[in-house]
C-alpha cells in the first residue's frame, strides 16, 4: 500500500479524526496492515504488549477469565474501534484477551514506536494521550458494568 493511500485511510478511522495531518505520517510510520480470521487470539492477558490497534472492520471481543470460571466478555471493538492501549504504560502488559468474533482487518501502530515519537514531539504525544485516555475511560466502565451484571447474579439470587 502507498503510504499516500494509507494516511488517506487512516485519517479515515474515527479515532484519527480531526488530528493534525502533520501527526498522520508520524502514524503512518508506525502502522502495519493486519487481517485476524474468526476465532484468532490477537493477544493474551499477560502478554506483551506492543501494539496499538485500530479496527477497521469486523469485531474483537475483550474477555478475562476470572479464577477457574470461564471466559468473561468485558467489552465488544467494533470497526472504527481502538483496541489496546497497554502499549503505553509500563510494563507494557496486557490486560484481557482479546479475540476475533469475526474476520478483523485493522492498522496495528508499532508501541514502540507510538512512543518514541510521543516523547520527541510532545504535542503529539499528549494528543495521543486525550485520545487514548477516552479509551481508558470506555473500558473502566465497560468492566464496571459487567461487574455489577456479575455480582449481581441471577434475578433475586444473592451473591
Known sequence: ????????????????????PKYLELLVGCA??????????????GEFASKLYLIRTGRVALEIKPGQRDAMRIQTIEAGGVLGWSFLISPFKWHFDAVAVEEVRAF????????????????????????????????????????????AGPKGAHV
Open 1 to 20: 500500500m502507498q503510504p499516500e493511500n494509507l494516511i488517506e485511510i487512516i485519517s479515515k478511522h474515527p479515532f484519527i479524526g480531526g488530528l493534525d
Open 32 to 45: 502495519t496492515n493486519m487481517t485476524y480470521k474468526k476465532g484468532d487470539y490477537i493477544f493474551h492477558e
Open 108 to 151: 496495528a501502530l508499532d508501541g514502540k514506536c507510538l512512543r518514541t515519537k510521543c516523547e520527541t514531539d510532545h504535542d503529539f504525544g499528549y494528543e495521543m494521550l486525550k485520545r487514548l485516555s477516552e479509551v481508558m475511560e470506555s473500558r473502566l466502565q465497560a468492566t464496571r458494568l459487567q461487574l455489577i451484571d456479575f455480582y
